[in-house]
């Protein structure tokens, strides 16, 4: 059952887009997959929770953060066979860890925070807040973006992930994740 929730074993460098709403992680994820001619790992949970809006108009609850979990290292698996020397992820479990906590009183499941611990990733990407708020269905936070920013930073730091902060426009960011993803290359 848990199986679910791990990462397979790979060789291959892992990075993650990892912050707040709306703070250009799909749009680095994409730049940067181009750039090293590799794929990379959508957030499921978008997928999963607008199917969930638009048939039941309903948002994120508790128990929707497992099948979350489990789609997404599902997807990561998969394209992880697919990638090249790299392998983008928009998200990962610790993130999912993070908006249980933030949405739901400071609780996440123990399976999720398990696994949101154990998977490993080579360096994670934390995006500021600098870019214009975009809304839609899902994101509901705008007001709250300082607060979610330092969650996410703070979270990083207590668990010692390695990570780099990214902020500017697109090239200025796509740049400074390529400076730090090309040494992880080289090593």
């Known amino acids: 059952m848990e199986k679910k929730y791990r990462q397979e074993p790979s060789d291959i460098v892992k990075v993650v887009l990892f912050g707040p709403e709306s703070t250009g992680k799909t749009t680095l994820s994409e730049q940067l997959a181009r750039h090293y001619h590799t794929v990379w790992v959508p957030e499921y949970a978008r997928e999963y ?75 994670y990407i934390l995006t500021y807040i600098d870019v214009p708020w975009e809304g839609d269905d899902l994101r509901d936070k705008p007001n709250q973006r300082q607060e979610m920013f330092a969650y996410f930073k703070n979270t990083l ?4 992930r390695n990570y780099i902060l990214v902020k500017g426009g697109k090239k200025k960011r796509l740049e400074t994740a390529v400076e730090h993803i090309d040494k992880l290359l080289k090593k």
């Open 49 to 123: 929770l607008q199917d969930k809006w638009n048939n039941e108009r309903k948002t994120c609850e508790p128990h929707d953060l497992l099948p979350i979990a489990a789609g997404q290292m599902l997807l990561e698996n998969k394209l992880t066979k697919k990638a090249t020397d790299v392998l983008i992820c928009d998200t990962d479990l610790l993130e999912t860890k993070v908006y249980s906590e933030a949405y739901y009183v400071g609780h996440c499941d123990p399976v999720l925070e398990k696994f949101a611990l154990e998977n490993h990733y080579d360096l």
């Open 157 to 160: 730091e207590k668990y010692h």
